[in-house]
């Protein structure tokens, strides 16, 4: 039986125990990474920021931002944001569990939630903060010819870091991060699966 990217996800996050970054210097903020299927296949819901918005001008991101003080906790902060920024009720989503802590180059600590949605949704993006939404197949990912590489010394440190072409896009930073994991989470699953 061959098992969905959001189960697999959801069976492999709830035997591990994210990394975490401990350092309260950082700004405190979620994102929502959305997996759904669409046309065949699954898809995650990503959207470039417009250039109204006051961090990542142009970027291409997942659903989310800073923490609130009204919020209870951090997936308090990615369902909300989702929902003002992509029109996604709270209620509509299926939280799967939490990938590692990102920080981003503007000093954000960003907690990544994984969820699915029924699709299709009719989503409503925020004309102020969202230029484009983008529903990015996983299969896009994992083709080779999409993903860039590139590694660098950082104190010493050699460090690799990865970027994925996506039609006139490029994906990088944090974004590429999380997704990466993604990727691995799923190969990870997967492998047991066949085990």
Known sequence: MVISPPDLLNRVLAHRTKKTVGDSSLTPASVLLLLYPKDGEYCILLNKRSEHVEHHKGEIS????????????????????????????RGDVTVLGQLDEVVTRSRFLVQVFAG????????????????????????????PANVRVETHLENGTSVTSYAYA??????????????QQLLELLEEG??????
């Open 62 to 89: 997942l659903p989310g931002g800073a923490r609130d003080p009204e919020d209870r906790d951090s997936l308090e902060t990615a369902l909300r944001e989702t929902e003002e920024e992509m029109g996604i009720q």
């Open 116 to 143: 699915t949605i029924e699709y299709p949704y009719q989503f409503k993006p925020s004309a102020i903060e969202i230029a484009e939404v983008l529903e990015v197949p996983i299969s896009a990912l994992r083709d």
């Open 190 to 195: 997967q492998a047991k699966e066949e085990q």
């Open 166 to 179: 996506y039609n006139q896009h490029l994906i990088y930073g944090a974004t590429a991060k999380i997704l």
